[in-house]
């Protein structure tokens, strides 16, 4: 975990907002999935799909605020806004405002970096000082250091680069989020013992889709890793027609909460 944070409260809770629930189809109350966390005085954002940064404004919070981002995967629906959220950093705000903003994501993203920059150029360039690409081994369990929390990713089943991450904060507590996977070792491992697991459900049982995750499969998952909180996100429209959490525990027995956008977590 390495050394407390100068100024940080060992007993502070970490603090969770979802931005967004849904998937890439448009809706009216569910924006693509990605949550806040706010830890250890800094903040990171989780998936960077359309509508976040509306999302984070309704939430209280700014872009400027934003120290990092971790990119699970990089669809459109979990990275579609973040030229946007690049090219916004570029007003002019005041200096105490200006955050160094570190984005972290999976093997191949410097490589897709370059491609955007390549389209938008000076747009979505931002100076050395206050932008830093942290690309991550999507070929094994791989950690991120920080001196307020910890981060450790793995690869799970969805995408070549996709990662799950699992983020320890100064007390100890433990958050994964699964992004976009499909049932995997991998995920059971990452969230073994977590206090709290973000995970997708995309799709309700019997109408499986290659890649994602169920209710079943996800309570499946949570059960075997022992999770203490099992928060269920990313519903395609089919969802809602359905008794998800029933579904859900037929497999998993712990709390299940099924998100909302602008729903508050502590952890």
């Known amino acids: ?33 990605s949550f806040l966390l706010k830890t250890g005085g800094k903040n990171l954002l989780f998936d960077c799909g359309a509508g976040v940064m509306k999302r984070l404004l309704e939430a209280g919070a700014s872009i400027f605020d934003i120290h990092y981002i971790f990119l699970s995967h990089f669809h459109p629906d979990h990275i579609g806004e973040l030229a946007a959220f690049l090219f916004a950093l570029k007003y002019p705000a005041p ?76 007390r100890g507590k433990a958050l994964v989020y699964s992004g976009d996977t499909d049932d995997c070792h991998n995920l059971v491992s990452i969230a073994a013992d977590a206090d709290l697991m973000i995970c997708e459900s995309a799709f309700p049982d019997g109408h499986k889709v290659a890649g994602h995750l169920t209710p079943s ?16 996100t990313h ?7 359905v008794d998800i959490e029933n579904h859900c525990r037929s497999a998993y027995s712990g709390p299940i909460v099924l998100a909302r956008d602008l729903m508050t977590l502590t952890l």
């Open 217 to 232: 499969l996800a309570g499946k998952i949570a059960h075997a890793a022992g999770v203490k909180r099992l928060v269920l």
């Open 1 to 33: 975990m390495g050394k407390q944070r100068k100024g940080f409260k060992i007993t502070m809770q970490s603090q969770i907002t979802i931005l967004g629930s849904g998937t890439g189809v448009p809706s009216l109350t569910r924006n693509s999935c």
């Open 235 to 241: 519903f395609y429209p089919a969802c809602e027609t």
């Open 95 to 170: 200096a105490a405002q200006r955050q160094r903003l570190t984005i972290v994501a999976g093997l191949g993203f410097r490589a897709f970096f370059e491609r955007l920059k390549n389209v938008y150029g000076h747009w979505i360039t931002l100076p050395p000082d206050l932008l830093d690409v942290v690309e991550l081994d999507t070929q094994a369990e791989d950690h991120y250091p920080s001196t307020a929390f910890k981060v450790t990713s793995m690869p799970v089943a969805h995408r070549p680069e996709s990662l799950a991450y699992r983020i320890v904060d100064a």
